[in-house]
């Protein structure tokens, strides 16, 4: 199995910038892409960037332009760099992994809230 731990949010005012890490352990071979969901109060959740194992990249039409997501491999971390923060991406980041297998589902991190505001 998969585990995986998020961190790096906080609050931080518009216009400001953070970086979220999601740190994976256990079965990292199995892993085929990683990505970022968000979660707002009232809505649903959606995909912000995912990267796989390659070089490919997707981004949210909201995000692009300002978020940007990367891959350590010797730290098996995956970072999202947000810049120009807006209110409206105040939520919960939650980090997703995919995996190559066809009977085990995504894993999960628990979360990390991200707030700006003045």
């Known amino acids: 199995q998969v585990q995986l731990v998020e961190s790096g949010g906080g609050l931080v005012q518009p216009g400001g910038s953070l970086r979220l890490s999601c740190e994976a352990s256990?079965?990292?071979?199995?892993?085929?892409?990683m990505g970022w969901y968000r979660q707002a109060p009232g809505k649903q959740r959606e995909m912000v960037a995912s990267?796989?194992?390659?070089?490919?990249?997707n981004y949210a039409d909201s995000a692009k332009g300002r978020f940007t997501i990367s891959r350590d491999n010797a730290k098996n971390t995956v970072y999202l760099q947000m810049n120009s923060l807006k209110p409206e991406d105040t939520a919960v980041y939650y980090c997703?992994?995919?995996?190559?297998?066809?009977?085990?589902?995504?894993?999960w991190g628990q979360g990390t809230q991200v707030t700006v505001s003045s």
């Open positions: 997703n992994a995919v995996v190559w297998s066809d009977y085990i589902g995504p894993a």
């Open positions: 256990g079965s990292i071979v199995s892993i085929k892409a």
């Open positions: 990267i796989s194992r390659g070089v490919s990249t």
